[in-house]
């Protein structure tokens, strides 16, 4: 049985952290205790019968999202960032309450640069090129590409063929640029308005596209030829380049 995080500890660990949202002009809900996913939250403990999670919200008025924190005495801890028509949802497993600590003081910041926007998964075997064998998930989004890069064992299992055959319908993303770029020196965020040329091809096994930006820099993508990418960067990227796309 896994070890459960005592509530009451939390509530009296988020007292710090709720000061310095205050103090850093966010407004801050109360501790809120419930009982069950579907109970109703409320600030008065002696009124939920034994809780067993808790919950505590943070807005700013710069931030396009606000911030829900709750946590479960199973030890799982959710971030959720919602706007007023969407929102992403997190899970994190937290094994003490110093990580979860760390949590709290990652959280608001994040908060703080999270946009919500609509992105279509095109590709899971994207690489930056010849070179780089891992995987990488590349998005679609409607101010340009991303590729943040995934790890060894999809990169096996996509070998394999466990590929995307058809294209994702999408869906809501929290777009943090600073979080994708820190993440990985392989990760690349292509924004559309910066784009002066592209070249864009498609092989029997592979397909690229190599993009140089109005700036000097070249950036290269490649993903296998049985994922989408090619067909919806080709609807994509024509429109908006005309004669400075290359097929």
Known sequence: MRQRIDLDLVAARLGPHRERWTSAQCWVSPVLWRRGQDGPP????????TP???EVHVAHATWEVQLVVEWEETGWAHLRFRSETQGVHERWRVR???????????APARASRIRLLHAQLLARTCTTGW?????GERWLLPTGLVRVRSGLMDSVANSFGSSLWTPSPGHAVGFDPTAVLAAHRTNKIIPFDGIDSARLHSGVTTSGLTVTMVDGTRHKLLWLSSEP???VLTDRLLPMLGARLIR
């Open 42 to 49: 409320t600030a008065d403990r002696t009124s939920v019968d």
């Open 52 to 54: 067993d999670r808790l």
């Open 96 to 106: 003490s309450l110093d990580q979860g600590d760390a949590l709290l003081d990652q």
């Open 131 to 135: 070179l780089d064998w891992i995987h």
């Open 229 to 231: 990418a090619h067909r």
